[in-house]
């Protein structure tokens, strides 16, 4: 078990979404960050869609009560058990009675802790993700708040393996961490001012030619207004070429809509199901954790890319992951 004694600003349990009922007007929701999620749970033993805690600039305090192997992925949140600095992006076995805590946002906005076993928490719609504005999933439907206890599944093989090789290292310190890290390839570098890679859009035609100049070539500012739904963006107004009304349709995680003042928005892991706004473009799959971890005040510019290239970089990805998975399993059993 875990128990909270600080909540942090905003901290929840999230998979990798609520996927199949977006038909019925409900909401996808899941992790912002994939990649972190998936690698966090990689290193511990987990499959991929485990809930994890999904951790917002400023975190919790929590205290484990009993031996647990975790990771911590995703933004530096300059986390610390029993406050000795710990690295992310590895696996790191806690002792019992341990506390685990997080200070300022050094880079990014979100980190995931993940823990052997996975979270128990009830299943709605076959996803454990919670959904705040219906107040479903997750623990009780809600962010955590003080005295929660988390409870966690039993470990797997794998997680067991890898707690005991941990667990007879020596030291007194309150936790041990695995002496390798991942690739490189899979930690995001996380910038004030972000190059993002994006494809255009399904109505990126109707748009007058300054705004389809402008959208590759000007940056933009993430607005204090935004949140898991959306990011707002200030910068130089996009327009239509002749302005029109739109049927709505479909829209997906990175799609950036316009609406009629001209601003951009990115929807993102909390989005409605559909929108009438014109999408101006759609943000690569491969660039999707970056502007995750985006926070209010960073600038954000866009780079063109082919679907074609988009294809390649997200299969280069899923490659990388997948080997890492191999070497993992290849190492301990």
């Known amino acids: 078990m875990i128990t909270v004694l600080k909540p942090g600003l905003l901290t929840s349990v999230q998979d990798m979404g609520r996927y199949r009922y977006q038909k019925y007007g409900v909401i996808a929701s899941g992790v912002m960050d994939q990649i972190a999620h998936r690698v966090a749970n990689i290193l511990v033993g987990n499959g ?55 200070g300022p946002a050094v880079a990014g906005s979100r980190a995931y802790l993940a823990v052997a076993g996975g979270i128990t928490v009830q299943e709605v719609m076959n996803s454990k993700s919670t959904y705040l504005r219906a107040e479903i999933g997750g623990y009780e439907g809600r962010a955590l708040k003080p005295g929660d206890v988390i409870r966690l599944d039993k470990p797997g093989d794998l997680s067991t393996v890898m707690m005991e090789n941990l667990e007879g290292q020596p030291g007194d310190k309150p936790y041990a961490e695995m002496d390798w890290s991942i690739t490189s390839k899979l930690i995001p570098i996380h910038r004030k001012d972000m190059p993002i890679r994006v494809m255009k859009g399904k109505q990126y035609h109707l748009f007058d030619e300054e705004s389809k100049r402008r959208i590759f070539s000007d940056r933009f ?113």
């Open 221 to 333: 500012e993430v607005s204090p207004q935004s949140d898991r739904m959306g990011y707002r963006l200030k910068g130089p107004l996009l327009r239509l070429e002749v302005p029109e009304e739109l049927i709505s349709e479909a829209v997906s995680f990175g799609s950036i809509q316009v609406p009629g003042e001209g601003n951009p928005i990115i929807l993102l892991a909390d989005r409605q199901t559909t929108g009438g706004y014109p999408k101006i473009g759609q943000i690569a799959s491969v660039d999707l954790p970056l502007i995750a971890q985006a926070k209010p005040g960073d600038y954000i510019t866009f780079k063109y890319v082919t679907h074609e290239e988009a294809q390649l970089l997200f299969l280069e990805r899923e490659e990388n992951l997948k080997q890492l998975k191999k070497g993992i399993r290849l190492k301990f059993i």
């Open 48 to 102: 991929e869609n485990e809930p994890t805690l999904e951790i917002t600039l400023l975190g919790p305090v929590l205290r484990f009560e009993k031996d647990c192997l975790i990771s911590i992925c995703g933004g530096n949140l300059s986390p610390s058990i029993n406050l000795l600095p710990v690295r992310s992006w590895r696996t790191i076995f806690v002792r019992k009675g341990s506390e685990l805590r997080f």
